[in-house]
């Protein structure tokens, strides 16, 4: 009997079989068979199956030793095979794996050299493999066997991705795959493997459903007898046995499980180590007791995980816990995926430095153990891409299920809380009340949220977190004022008994000093009128009138009297204090008692004077149309009463001094056009992809596209059919648009072409190309001299470029890739935004450059100098706007309205205004003279926006974003809006709608004429 300790196990895992183990890979040559003959007659085939069911094995154990081997006698011996994952950039996936395969060979020519040609032969054109693939045929004279191992990964991560170009890079890559089969002179070969749960997802390709449609191969999961084989034979090839009884259990009784073969490869694999190790025992035979001590078929995988998981620290266990949660997910649709991450990504997520998180990976990617890949023996570094060996790992391992789980739902609630805090900015949602809330809080409070994890699912973290906090502030003040309520209420019945005492006791000395006045003014009466008939005086003084009455005669002697000083019993102070308390209690009751001979001249000495009441009433008036602009908003019944609203609230803060593009005002205006009329009449259709550029000629009614789709598109605004002149239509993507302040030359830069210059009014321009190697163009931007262009390649350098000489002159070599350029309006100033967060600043093209902003991570997307030249704005990654006064080299302000990266930052023409947009789906409107206040923030693209322009007028603006199908024209300005929904208006406030919104003393007015 031989030792089985001093023999390599003969089973890999949860890994596929490689080609140096073909001689262990059985009980599939049927279909191994059928794979050759489909890929030699159609020069392509798709290898398609469940997850589980060995595609990888058969392809690389199969059918690459069968043709390689020379087996295959119609072929020859001679193969060179490369490997490829599709994975997030298959195009650069695809040079590198062509730069290996070259240097098989040949170690002269550096990799990076290598690499870079072979890139850029990729992308710049569609039979770029094709060419690539005919120079190593030519070179080494060999037939050409191209594996593409889990084709699904273009579907399941071009989902996920964050890069505008990204999904334009998925099509050209299944371009240069069909262009490579259809050319019969090339003897290359072309396989993939692919999970059948993606059918539907690649069939949205058309050149891929043509493929696959031709020739595909369904492997599914093999049968009893091929399991048989499966299990015995690599067993025997390797000197060992299996027991009888252990192979039928696995047969009959865990056939389920075994169908699965990862499974069962890796409790095979689990059962030959056990029995290696056990030194006591010589014979080779694995029996059913080494099956029990790895856990049998269904718990081998989770005791070894587990075990794995216990031999970490506690912090070793927290680093495990969150990298799992990244490299395994669960899709929208049930799926469970597998995540490739590079490794210096999940240390950025975790917040942990990349050698704890590489000491995690290590043990989980053991030979033994292998549940991550790369393979033990390839090294890792920061730039490492890991994943699971094989998703089954997530159905069999219940730690990692859950894990899973845990972070499909934190997910799920983190982007409802982040569509909710969106709503709620818009004016759209409330704050969250229970039982959500205390949802929300938990969630919080277990899963600890981070900025670098929210990244991954929406940008939108500290607007969402903002949210839960002050929902969770406002619940709690409520809460504590329900409880401090009793007591403030019995506070306050004190505070009022106490009053109530005090004043009872001052009614009741007011009533006996009313009694004790009137009690001595009676006596005095009485007096008076005793003494009346015996006072000559008195008759002498009164009229010899038969009518006249004896109270008249009596009046001045009273009056007299009353005005005497009271007797003694009375002290003058207290008779004043009397005096006054009553007159001021009569002014309180009856105000209107007052004579009206009074009145005016009492007006007039009391009344603010004009300047003061102006500006009192300006401020209510600002107040009211503020308050009616937001019931404007609220308003969704009635669209006529929602517009009048609207138009007045603008009237009135026009009229009364308010700022010019009041967020809440220009809202409720736009709104109102929304409603009154049709949804896309503002909507420009004419893209396929993503609109990436757009700009303004000097003509205010026309506006130039730029597109993914390889197009660029002038639009005439006074055709209302809407209809779009092609002015450029190549195979490549473009990226950015400019003309020239006299608009006879527009420029645009492309990936793959360099750049086009064309006269746009002229019928079928004939492009000027402009060559800058194989570099792409990230950024040009016109002088104002209508014939200098200033352009940035990917090699890093800034060139200035003149369309009349067609000479160019290199202006600047950046250590980083430069992102973004703009030419100030004088033409001598410069910035430049780069990758890395750096703004470059040049105060002419001849001086070396300053750094005014260095934000380490933070790239520059777009940078804007003010029509003035005074100031430069800049927008970056992680959705920050930064405003400079050039002069004196300041920071005017830093503007966090964005949640996400700010692709372009435009000024108006009259600098009155600033105009950014970005991947948060949003456009902002900044006033540039109060850049304190809100912006007004457009909402209606339905994915990340791309690109902004204002007309030169200033009146409109016109943005593009992903979804090329919607270019969006808007007002720039909110008296821009009054005309056109005054002319959709057909009725007035009514009375009672007036006095509810405005006001009943304020004067009613026609808000349209």
């Known amino acids: 009997m031989t030792e089985l300790s001093n023999k390599t196990n003969p089973f890999p895992g949860l890994r596929h079989y490689s080609p140096d183990e073909s001689h262990l890979f059985f009980g599939r040559s049927r279909e191994r068979e059928e794979v050759i003959k489909r890929l030699l007659i159609n020069r392509f085939i798709a290898v398609i199956g469940p997850t589980g069911s060995g595609k990888s094995s058969l392809i690389h154990a199969g059918v690459v030793p069968l043709l390689s081997k020379g087996l295959v006698p119609s072929t020859g011996k001679k193969w060179r095979i490369i490997n490829i994952r599709p994975g997030i950039s298959p195009i650069d996936n695809m040079a590198e794996a062509l730069v290996k395969s070259e240097l098989q060979n040949d170690t002269d020519e550096s990799e990076e050299i290598r690499y870079n040609i072979k890139n850029a032969l990729l992308r710049n054109s569609r039979r770029g493999l094709t060419e690539a693939l005919r120079q190593l045929y030519s070179e080494y004279n060999e037939n050409i066997l191209l594996i593409i191992d889990h084709f699904e990964e273009l579907f399941r991560i071009a989902a996920n991705r964050t890069d505008r170009n990204k999904q334009d890079e998925y099509e050209a890559f299944i371009k240069l795959l069909s262009d490579t089969v259809n050319e019969e002179s090339l003897p290359a070969y072309i396989v993939v493997s692919m999970r059948n749960d993606y059918i539907e997802d690649a069939v949205e390709y058309n050149d891929l459903s043509l493929l696959i449609n031709k020739s595909n191969f369904f492997l599914a999961s093999p049968e009893e007898e091929s399991v048989r084989e499966i299990i015995t034979e690599p067993i025997r090839t390797s000197g060992g046995e299996i027991d009888g009884r252990l192979l039928s259990t696995i047969l009959?009784?865990?056939?389920?499980?075994?169908?699965?073969?990862?499974?069962?490869?890796?409790?095979?694999?689990?059962?030959?180590?056990?029995?290696?190790?056990?030194?006591?025992?010589?014979?080779?035979?694995?029996?059913?007791?080494?099956?029990?001590?790895?856990?049998?078929?269904?718990?081998?995988?989770?005791?070894?995980?587990?075990?794995?998981?216990?031999?970490?620290?506690?912090?070793?266990?927290?680093?495990?816990?969150?990298?799992?949660?990244?490299?395994?997910?669960?899709?929208?649709?049930?799926?469970?995926?597998?995540?490739?991450?590079?490794?210096?990504?999940?240390?950025?997520?975790?917040?942990?430095?990349?050698?704890?998180?590489?000491?995690?990976?290590?043990?989980?990617?053991?030979?033994?153990?292998?549940?991550?890949?790369?393979?033990?023996?390839?090294?890792?570094?920061?730039?490492?891409?890991?994943?699971?060996?094989h998703e089954v790992l997530i159905l069999m391992w219940p730690r990692l299920r859950n894990w899973v789980e845990k972070e499909y739902a934190s997910v799920k609630m983190y982007r409802r809380l982040s569509e909710a805090s969106r709503k709620y900015q818009m004016g759209k949602e409330q704050l969250l009340t229970p039982p959500f809330l205390q949802a929300a809080i938990k969630w919080r409070e277990e899963n600890k949220p981070s900025f670098e994890w929210a990244q991954r699912y929406d940008t939108a973290f500290e607007r969402t977190m903002a949210y839960v906090k002050k929902s969770e502030e406002a619940y709690n003040e409520k809460e504590e004022d329900k409880v401090s309520r009793p007591a403030r209420l019995l506070k306050r019945t004190r505070v009022f008994a106490g009053l109530l005492g005090v004043l009872i006791i001052t009614l009741s000395a007011l009533t006996f000093h009313y009694a004790r006045l009137f009690y001595f003014v009676e006596k005095e009466l009485e007096s008076v009128a005793q003494l009346a008939p015996d006072t000559p005086a008195a008759t002498e003084d009164v009229p010899h009138t038969e009518t006249a009455e004896p109270e008249s005669i009596a009046e001045p002697e009273q009056t007299a009297r009353l005005q005497q000083p009271p007797p003694a019993r009375i002290s003058q102070p207290d008779e004043e204090d009397l005096t006054e308390t009553v007159e001021e209690t009569a002014t309180e009751i009856t105000p209107v008692e007052t004579t009206t001979s009074e009145q005016p001249e009492e007006t007039i000495t009391t009344a603010p004077q004009p300047d003061e009441r102006s500006e009192s009433y300006a401020r209510r008036m600002l107040a009211i149309s503020h308050t009616i602009a937001v019931k404007s908003l609220q308003e969704q019944r009635d669209s006529e009463l929602k517009a009048l609203l609207a138009v007045q609230a603008h009237i009135f803060n026009q009229k009364y001094g308010g700022r010019e593009n009041h967020a809440d005002i220009f809202q409720a205006l736009y709104s109102s056009i929304k409603r009154l009329y049709d949804e896309n009449f503002n909507v420009f259709k004419g893209h396929n992809e993503s609109v990436n550029s757009v700009v303004f000629s000097p003509a205010e009614y026309i506006f130039y596209s730029a597109s993914s789709d390889g197009k660029v598109l002038s639009w005439n605004l006074n055709d209302e059919s809407k209809t779009p002149r092609t002015l450029i239509n190549i195979p490549v993507i473009i990226n950015n648009l400019t003309i020239t302040p006299n608009g006879q030359w527009l420029a645009c830069s492309t990936e793959g072409r360099g750049i086009q210059v064309i006269n746009p009014s002229r019928n079928n321009p004939v492009p000027i190309q402009v060559n800058w190697g194989n570099n792409r163009i990230n950024a040009i931007d016109f002088y104002p001299d209508n014939e200098n262009l200033l352009f940035a390649g990917s090699d890093n350098s800034i060139v200035k470029w003149n369309i009349r000489t067609r000479e160019h002159r290199l202006i600047y070599e950046s250590g980083n890739d430069i992102m973004s350029l703009a030419v100030s309006p004088d033409g001598r100033k410069i910035a430049a935004g780069t990758r890395s967060g750096q703004i470059l600043f040049w105060d002419d093209e001849h001086s070396a450059p300053r750094t005014i902003r260095e934000a380490e991570g933070d790239a520059v997307y777009s940078v804007g100098f003010s029509s003035n030249g005074e100031l430069l704005a800049a927008g970056s990654l992680r959705g920050n706007l930064v405003v400079w006064n050039i002069a004196n080299r300041s920071v005017v302000a830093g503007l966090t309205g964005h949640t996400a990266r700010i692709m372009d930052v435009q000024f108006s023409p009259d600098d009155k205004k600033i105009a950014s947009v970005s991947f948060d789906g949003t456009v902002q409107l900044w006033d540039a003279l109060n850049l304190k206040s809100p912006p007004v923030v457009f909402s209606e693209h339905e994915s990340w926006v791309h690109s902004v322009a204002f007309s030169h007028s200033g009146n409109r603006l016109v943005t593009g974003s992903r979804d090329g199908s919607r270019l969006i024209l808007r007002p720039a300005r909110s008296a821009e809006m009054i005309p056109l929904i005054c002319q959709k208006l057909t009725r007035n406030f009514t009375r009672n709608e007036w006095d509810l919104y405005v006001g009943d003393d304020v004067p009613m007015t026609r808000p349209c004429p």
């Not at 080779?284 to 856990?295: M, Q």
């Not at 216990?310 to 969150?322: F, P, R, V």
């Open 252 to 389: 009959r009784n865990d056939i389920t499980y075994a169908v699965k073969l990862p499974f069962l490869q890796y409790v095979l694999m689990r059962m030959w180590n056990n029995r290696a190790r056990k030194k006591d025992d010589s014979k080779f035979a694995i029996t059913e007791k080494d099956y029990d001590e790895v856990g049998r078929i269904e718990g081998a995988l989770p005791l070894h995980a587990d075990e794995a998981f216990e031999e970490l620290s506690d912090n070793g266990k927290l680093i495990c816990e969150k990298l799992f949660r990244i490299v395994a997910v669960r899709s929208p649709d049930n799926r469970f995926l597998s995540n490739p991450t590079r490794v210096s990504d999940i240390a950025f997520i975790t917040r942990t430095a990349v050698s704890d998180v590489i000491d995690v990976i290590e043990r989980f990617r053991r030979p033994d153990r292998s549940f991550l890949q790369p393979r033990y023996r390839d090294p890792l570094n920061s730039d490492s891409f890991v994943e699971l060996t």
